[in-house]
């Protein structure tokens, strides 16, 4: 593989949480004023040659089937490409990836992507259970997302002692960075009682163990390696992505303690960067339950097989660990605004590798970032990109 | 802009129709079973390395939301990456140029790109009407998409002295080019009279002017152009692609006699294939409507503005005309299976740019074709590939 290197120069979200008062247009505008505003120098909203749009369920919105096309409106770019981009929960990262994949074909010089999504709008009865119930004839019936990824909880703690308080411990972590972002849902500190307290909601998942539902927006500016410099002064690379798909149907798993996708995605991001996970210093990674955070550092390379309860438990991924996860917040903390769970994760990793994370900063002495989703019905697909501030 | 060109290596659909007895998986593997089969030598499946999977209106068929996450297993490649592209009807047109930018950008040396769209499985109650009316707040209340033609065709009667017969003639030459295509939905031919007194729908438009509502998938495989000499002696290019949005709002139009969105998609392409309009030997283009057939070829260049009608009922597009419009006959009566469609169109380029069109066959002694969508709400997209089979 021979590619043309692509820089983010720009980058910013909103506010995450129940945003009853914004349309999914004016979140996306939120987001994309944010990013402008990031860019150091000499840039023009005009400069954008083409958008992609990340929307998981634009049905909720009203925006199914008509792509991005309210958005150039909304932005002030009415006349521009703006393609929507779905690929289940990291439809936010695909579409950075898709972003990328155009600038670096030289047909595009500058790429916006933005990520939003609206979850918190519409009652039950025309929310995502009512959709899902109308849908597919074999994934959509009486498989809510805690009912996904309970079983690979319950076999975590089978095959390798992991406890509700490991898995706790991921919560209480991430609601402590979450408290530290301005831009989460949940700024609230928590404690591991308070996890083990909460009510059920699919055993062993307790309520804390769970994302919540959130409505948010945000967005990168991607231009080519080259032409970074004349943007910034900290220029943010990307270094290499990797997505892979799973068999979608559970009963075609061959496990329950990792997610195959996301190691094939893994092993492809990082050899497209020339790395190992060893040099990654911080990570965004997909904590839509506890259990999945666990998963997720195991599968990415972080700490061996097993071994992802306890180092939360003792720290390994907190803020002054070896290897913090989810300075954001992440998921749980921060909030899950599909479509827009990426690109946020893309912009904390941007913030980490510039040394802007304010309270959250980590330190980054090796200059990779890896910002990582899971999504689809049983995990179907992993998506990971990696950020660098190494130039070359 | 300079890009590595991309080629066409492969290319195949389904017979459109009323496909209740294929889920929407198979149709997806059969239209890459088609493209299989028509591959020259030597290529083998799992060189596919991504996938671009277009689908509209996913909640039709349970795939809103889940990506094309359930289209590896079922073409046999589980593992690869696939993303779900949608942009309201040219939402495989635009699977197309982001398959070709993924390949031009050099991080992945082949490509699939599939369109498969299930319109007929769902009852009205869970059809296209009842996701409408639970959408967006300003787009989805009280309009269809026959309320959004037809005041462009009153206005081009208007103006330009366009008349039912004129649009009619589109409809009767889609049908005869259709009467010719074993993949079309309807294969009957109509004369100006059936289409004049069947029923009206929204006036003028009546019932034989409208698409048909059509199950359908087309794939394509992309490699680079370099590549392209190992699989056939019969490649075909990629030369040029544009896309552009309008505002998608009815009141913001300037113009009810021409979609601002095609001119300016049109002016990006033929810009990218270093090209003009009259360069162009034959068209797929976005037929929903016959008024629509009417505004896209004055709005793409080949026939003056406000010509179009005249140009149709004189036979000017037809197989034998001077720019054969719709050779495969078009979304009226091959049927317009919303994500397939474009790539659909891309299909019949490649064949009649390869003397493999049969009865449809037309001359192209300029060695080019383009392909054509719209739409969103208001006509707010539109998305233009060119294909030449000219090396350089």
Redesign the interface.
């Given at each position: 593989?021979?590619?043309?290197r692509v820089a983010v120069v720009g980058a910013g979200i909103i506010k995450f949480g129940e945003l009853f008062e914004q349309?999914y247009e004016q979140m996306a505008a939120g987001a994309f004023a944010a990013a402008l505003d990031s860019v150091d120098e000499g840039f023009e909203p005009t400069q954008v040659e083409?958008a992609f749009v990340a929307t998981?369920?634009?049905?909720l919105?009203?925006?199914?089937?008509?792509?991005?096309?309210?958005i150039?409106?909304a932005i002030g770019l009415?006349?521009?490409?703006?393609?929507?981009?779905?690929?289940?929960c990291p439809?936010g990262s695909?579409a950075f990836r898709?972003g990328?994949?155009?600038v670096?074909?030289?047909?595009h010089d500058v790429v916006l992507v933005i990520g939003v999504e609206k979850m918190r709008d519409k009652s039950a009865d025309?929310g995502l259970l009512a959709?899902a119930a109308?849908?597919?004839?074999i994934?959509?019936r009486g498989e809510t997302a805690p009912v996904l990824f309970a079983p690979f909880a319950t076999r975590h703690m089978h095959e390798f002692g992991t406890t509700r308080e490991m898995l706790a411990s991921v919560a209480v972590k991430n609601h402590h960075n979450g408290s530290l972002d301005p831009y989460a849902h949940f700024q609230n500190e928590i404690t591991i009682d308070d996890v083990l307290n909460s009510p059920a909601v699919c055993a062993p998942l307790h309520l804390l163990d769970c994302c919540p539902q959130t409505d948010g927006a945000a967005a990168v500016l991607l231009v080519s390696a080259e032409a970074a410099e004349r943007y910034t002064k900290k220029p943010v690379y990307v270094a290499g992505f990797g997505?892979?798909?799973?068999?979608?149907?559970l009963h075609?798993k061959t496990s329950f303690t990792g997610l195959k996708a996301t190691q094939?995605a893994a092993e492809r991001a990082y050899a497209?960067a020339g790395i190992e996970p060893d040099l990654i210093d911080c990570a965004e990674v997909h904590d839509c339950f506890t259990i999945t955070e666990i998963l997720d550092i195991e599968d990415l390379g972080f700490v061996d097989k097993g071994k992802g309860g306890v180092a939360s438990l003792e720290g390994d991924t907190s803020l002054t660990g070896r290897i913090p996860i989810n300075t954001s917040g992440g998921l749980l903390a921060k909030g899950h605004p599909?479509g827009a769970t990426g690109v946020a994760q893309i912009v904390e990793c941007w913030w980490q590798l510039r040394g802007d994370a304010d309270e959250r900063q980590v330190e980054t002495p090796n200059g990779y970032a890896l910002q990582h989703n899971v999504?689809?019905?049983g995990s179907?697909?992993s998506?990971i990109n990696i950020l660098t501030n190494n130039a070359s």
């Open positions: 593989m021979s590619w043309n349309s083409a998981q369920r634009g049905t919105w009203g925006q199914e089937g008509i792509g991005g096309n309210t150039p409106t009415a006349g521009i490409p703006c393609t929507r981009i779905e690929n289940a439809s695909d898709v990328a994949m155009a670096a074909s030289g047909v025309e959709r109308a849908g597919h004839p994934f959509t997505v892979a798909t799973d068999h979608p149907y075609e094939l497209m599909i999504g689809g019905r179907g697909v998506v």
